[in-house]
């Protein structure tokens, strides 16, 4: 079941590790929808995801998500991450994160990403 991450999603996670907003969202079909923290509602459409991944490489200095594990089956990836963002008066707010990623046509059509709100939301008040 496990294999190499495919393409399409290691472009993407290097162009969130480069703060490239449209290069991201060019990794997802035009209908995508994107979890980005399951209970919130989920973000859809490529414009959409490119707004959510502007708003952070605004936000943030640095962005770097590291592959902890990952599986791939078919058309589907399961990853565990530890995302890191970083500040711009210099202090890092990282969260463990799960997702899977479903693809289609070459291109990523949904993401689910799971993470603990309430332990970002600690981390994040210093």
């Known amino acids: 079941m496990s294999q190499a991450l495919p393409s399409i999603v290691t472009q993407w996670l290097e162009r969130i590790s480069n703060r490239d907003a449209i290069g991201a969202a060019d990794c997802f079909t035009e209908d995508a929808?994107?979890?980005?923290?399951?209970?919130?509602?989920?973000?859809?459409g490529r414009d959409g995801i490119r707004g959510m991944f502007s708003g952070q490489a605004t936000m943030y200095k640095r962005i770097s998500w590291e592959i902890t594990e990952s599986a791939v089956?078919?058309?589907?990836?399961?990853?565990?991450?530890?995302d890191r963002?970083?500040?711009?008066?210099?202090?890092?707010?990282?969260?463990?994160?799960a997702g899977v990623v479903e693809l289609e046509?070459?291109?990523?059509?949904?993401?689910?990403?799971?993470?603990?709100?309430?332990?970002?939301?600690?981390r994040n008040k210093s």
């Open 105 to 122: 046509g070459g291109l990523i059509s949904e993401v689910r990403d799971y993470v603990d709100l309430h332990t970002w939301e600690e």
């Open 85 to 97: 963002f970083f500040t711009h008066d210099g202090r890092e707010i990282a969260i463990e994160c």
């Open 73 to 82: 089956c078919g058309d589907r990836v399961w990853m565990e991450r530890l």
């Open 33 to 44: 929808v994107y979890h980005y923290a399951i209970p919130h509602p989920p973000v859809t």
